[in-house]
């Protein structure tokens, strides 16, 4: 048939006939019908597309051409996002950090792959990005069917596809520096808690309140605020807002070691990265509260309700 565009590929051809079929139908929808023939040579099967010649068509077939090209792009570009992707992705990890192990290495795939549907970064949209880099991946398509009516899709994938390779791999990198620093955090939450678990408890029970502006009130269950001196140096001045607060409160309450804590939540916006550690370290011996006395609602534990004190 004349004017035959021909794909040719190893892997992935029921999606690759399936996505053809899929895009073509809309042109028939407009009396465009076109053949889909398949030819195997040797271990590659070729997909050949194009406009029977013995039919009328209803619009000038350079242009009709011109349209199924675009949706033939449309079509492979599809496939290599929802399909080579993950194979590229996978051989990146592979060759490039073989010397994780293959939970660590399937840990990096995952974080790839929700990266890939926008995850990685705050506020990005996975449809979005998706999109657009199905429509780079559509724009060489589209370049070079037009100067060419056979491409054979593996090879455009590895070699007319570099850029979007590279930035494969860049997603890849960001995963596992991702990694590793969730490992560090992680082992970090682990000896803070053996930190704690090991020392005998300076205070039976504490309050933490949380103030606006990263500001902490720490008493005791008596209600008196803690004075001990040590922490008064600790806990000197926190107004500034600045991360190093943080860190004081949490060694504050690492060098008490409660038995049992109360984090006070009810009328501040506190920082939740702060919140989720305490949280961790303190696990089987922490509280809520949304709301006691002190944040006037009632004190809700993680695991059951407890009376307003």
């Not at 035959?4 to 009396?31: D, K």
């Not at 349209?67 to 080579?84: F, G, P, T």
Request: aromatic fraction near 8%.
């Amino acid at each position: 048939m004349a004017g035959m565009i021909t794909i040719g590929a190893h892997n992935y051809l029921p999606a690759i006939r399936e996505g053809l079929e899929r895009e073509l139908s809309f042109l028939q929808r407009e009396g465009l019908h076109v053949d889909i023939r398949e030819e195997r040579r040797g271990d590659m099967i070729f997909l050949g597309c194009a406009f029977p010649r013995e039919k009328r068509i209803s619009m000038p077939r350079k242009e009709a051409e011109g349209l199924l090209r675009q949706y033939i792009a449309n079509a492979l570009a599809e496939v290599i996002v929802s399909h080579w992707e993950q194979s590229l992705v996978r051989e990146i990890v592979h060759q490039h950090y073989y010397y994780f192990n293959p939970g660590e290495q399937e840990k990096i795939l995952e974080l790839t792959y929700l990266g890939l549907n926008g995850n990685m970064e705050k506020g990005s949209g996975g449809y979005n990005y998706n999109i657009h880099r199905k429509g780079r991946i559509l724009y060489r398509l589209l370049d070079y069917l037009d100067r060419n009516n056979k491409i054979i899709l593996d090879g455009f994938v590895r070699f007319r596809l570099k850029e979007y390779t590279k930035e494969l791999r860049e997603v890849v990198d960001r995963s596992v520096d991702d990694m590793m620093l969730e490992k560090e955090y992680r082992e970090f939450i682990h000896l803070l808690r053996y930190f704690v678990e090991m020392q005998e408890p300076r205070r039976l029970e504490i309050h933490v309140i949380m103030a606006e502006e990263n500001k902490y009130h720490l008493m005791d269950k008596e209600g008196e605020t803690i004075t001990d001196d040590e922490l008064e140096d600790m806990l000197l001045d926190l107004s500034e807002g600045e991360a190093s607060s943080d860190d004081l409160l949490i060694s504050a309450l690492i060098s008490l070691a409660p038995a049992r804590l109360h984090l006070h939540l009810g009328t501040a916006f506190p920082n939740r990265e702060v919140v989720g550690t305490i949280k961790k370290v303190f696990a089987g011996r922490i509280s809520i509260c949304l709301g006691c006395d002190l944040c006037r609602k009632p004190l809700i534990d993680e695991e059951e309700h407890v009376k307003p004190r």
